[in-house]
């Protein structure tokens, strides 16, 4: 079970440039996340989906876009790549039953994003 | 906007020590989270607490919520080496389920 996996890994974007992220999860979860996470601090909510083709915004949405055509993909695009974008980007999912009050979040390994 | 302050932001302690981390904030929060994320790797949740007051217990790590549900607590015992990592508190709004507010972090090192 290979649980929340994001690509790549690793990049090095010039300024302007735009990408994607990649974020598969096998566990059939209707609820996944993406956080940013700069040196030495906690997560903040970039943007999340609660169901395929339901997206929203976090905390910090300005500068990404988000889709969610499957359950077990949620891309991240970055269109015009700012230093201020140089983080590394986590992916999560949780399961998503409404009659619970929390739920247990899994998260992938992490895409480290450098802009230069 | 809520926002969870966790204290100390680094700790390097020796084998043995106790300690205990703190969050804290304003808002009242549904449930708080805490998870352990070691270099290179996600965040993995060790304990959630929903209840004002309550106490859980894992092994050597005892966490609290408040009574107003607007602080926790997170204590080890007899730290370990392999306790090292940074740890985060993460809180549920009242709100719903899927907006998770995260702390600011405490970088624990244990020494050998």
């Known amino acids: 079970n290979a649980g929340v996996t994001q690509t790549p890994k690793f990049r090095i974007l010039k300024i302007g440039q735009s990408m994607t992220l990649q974020c598969t999860q096998d566990?059939?979860?209707?609820?996944m996340y993406w956080y940013r996470q700069d040196p030495g601090m906690g997560l903040k909510l970039i943007y999340y989906?609660?169901?395929?083709?339901?997206?929203d915004k976090g905390e910090v949405p300005n500068g990404y876009n988000v889709s969610r055509s499957t359950t077990e993909d949620f891309p991240l695009r970055l269109e015009l790549a700012a230093p201020s974008q140089t983080s590394v980007y986590f992916c999560a999912s949780s399961q998503g039953l409404a009659s619970k009050t929390w739920e247990t979040q899994y998260f992938g390994p992490g895409t480290r994003l450098l802009v230069l | 906007t809520q926002l969870l302050e966790q204290s100390p932001q680094f700790l390097s302690i020796q084998e043995g020590e106790n300690l205990t981390v703190y969050c804290n904030s304003s808002?009242?929060?549904?449930?708080l989270q805490w998870y352990r994320q070691e270099p290179g790797e996600g965040p993995v949740l060790l304990v959630t607490?929903?209840?004002?007051?309550e106490v859980k217990k894992l092994k050597r790590l005892t966490f609290q919520f408040g009574d107003a549900r607007k602080d926790s607590s997170l204590h080890i015992t007899a730290a370990q080496p392999g306790d090292t990592g940074l740890y985060l508190c993460?809180?549920?709004?009242?709100?719903?389920?899927?907006?998770?507010?995260f702390g600011t972090g405490t970088r624990l090192k244990v020494l050998a």
């Open positions: 993460a809180g549920v709004g009242t709100s719903g389920t899927y907006k998770y507010i």
């Open positions: 989906s609660v169901g395929a083709g339901i997206t």
């Open positions: 808002s009242v929060f549904s449930s």
């Open positions: 607490v929903v209840t004002g007051g």
């Open positions: 566990m059939n979860h209707n609820y």
